[in-house]
């Protein structure tokens, strides 16, 4: 099956910028939903940003005017630009490829914002 391949995580400081990608193989890719994920220790899973085939994108409250989703379909990738970043931020981020009702995962990459 599809592998999706993560990069961009590691440490920044509070009010920093960091960019994620993930990168796959395969038309499905740029035809279905892409989501950004994150999950801290103890906390759910929640949704960070998504974006369709079509480029319409998702944002989850805390991530509005921060955060933007966007795709590179020349390179089959889609990117999750991070601004203005906060300690409750850090997480381990996945991203998740719509197979119907389901997802296909990433391995996470780890997001930590300190001093």
């Known amino acids: 099956q599809v592998q999706l391949v993560e990069s961009g995580g590691g440490l920044v400081q509070p009010g920093g910028s960091l960019r994620l990608s993930c990168a796959a193989s395969?038309?499905?890719?740029?035809?279905?939903?892409v989501g950004w994920y994150r999950q801290a220790p103890g906390k759910q899973r929640d949704l960070v940003a998504a974006?369709?085939?079509?480029?319409?994108?998702n944002y989850a409250d805390f991530a509005k005017g921060r955060f933007t989703i966007s795709r590179d379909n020349a390179k089959n990738t889609v990117s999750l630009q991070m601004n203005s970043l906060k300690p409750e931020d850090t997480a381990v981020y996945f991203c998740?490829?719509?197979?119907?009702?389901?997802?296909?995962w990433g391995q996470g990459t780890q997001v930590t914002v300190s001093s």
């Open positions: 395969g038309s499905i890719f740029r035809i279905n939903t």
């Open positions: 974006i369709t085939g079509g480029g319409t994108t």
């Open positions: 998740a490829l719509r197979m119907g009702v389901s997802n296909h």
